[in-house]
């Protein structure tokens, strides 16, 4: 069973999104913000007059590790992020983060990944989105939960390349498991054959499996077998 992680949630509502005109949302997607702040910074600038929203920022904190989550629009409703997929998508961007991000720098908001995998999967449930991370290099069509660069080389609208080459997917597709309730099944090993020493071998050989001779010798050992050929009994 899924366990909801800790993080801090509350809505920094912004006026900049649109109907989906009818289209059910069939991808979750994840952004960065390429440049420095936190979730709440970034969602209060989003209320201003710019020509950008998410559904979510998500951010933790580099001292106390909490996380905090700004929901900005209504999944209902489209938010501006990725060009002709808005109204198909939910969007959510890790706050203060840059594509151009090390493999280490995007671990060290381990819990914000967890808890954006979280919440994907809770949005995925709620729209009957099929619980399944299209990671890079990109070779399935939606539906699913991936990233902006997906729209851009996949869907072939857009420029971005966000979340950026070294994003744990590995990591973000464990959390997704997680809390999808999903566990890598354990495959059985197969019990490992007991050697058996020479002598033993040539024991079974002359007469036969467990002591009881051999079949094909009418139950006689090999020695009984011989013997009686030979007419030396």
């Not at 890598?184 to 019990?191: F, H, L, N, S």
Request: aromatic share 10%; net charge neutral.
């Amino acid at each position: 069973m899924s366990t909801r992680p800790d993080f801090n949630e509350y809505w920094v509502a912004t006026r900049n999104y649109q109907s989906r005109n009818g289209r059910k949302p069939d991808l979750f997607l994840i952004h960065t913000q390429e440049s420095n702040g936190n979730a709440d910074s970034l969602a209060r600038w989003l209320q201003g007059p710019v020509n950008a929203s998410y559904h979510y920022s998500v951010s933790e904190d580099y001292n106390d590790h909490g996380v905090t989550v700004c929901d900005l629009v209504d999944t209902d409703y489209a938010s501006w992020s990725v060009l002709s997929a808005n109204n198909r998508s939910i969007n959510l961007v890790f706050a203060g983060s840059k594509a151009s991000w090390s493999r280490a720098e995007w671990l060290k908001q381990s819990k914000a990944i967890d808890v954006a995998a979280f919440l994907a999967v809770q949005d995925c449930k709620k729209y009957g989105i099929p619980i399944k991370v299209l990671a890079p290099p990109y070779s399935s069509p939606p539906p699913g939960i991936s990233d902006h660069a997906y729209v851009t080389k996949f869907l072939k609208d857009g420029t971005h390349t966000d979340v950026g080459p070294n994003f744990p997917w590995d990591y973000f597709t464990e959390c997704v498991n997680k809390h999808v309730g999903v566990t890598k099944p354990v495959e059985p090993k197969p019990d490992k054959p007991v050697e058996k020493d020479k002598l033993t071998l040539v024991w079974e050989q002359l007469v036969g499996p467990e002591g009881r001779g051999w079949p094909q010798l009418g139950g006689k050992t090999l020695v009984d077998a011989v013997a009686e050929l030979l007419g030396k009994h």
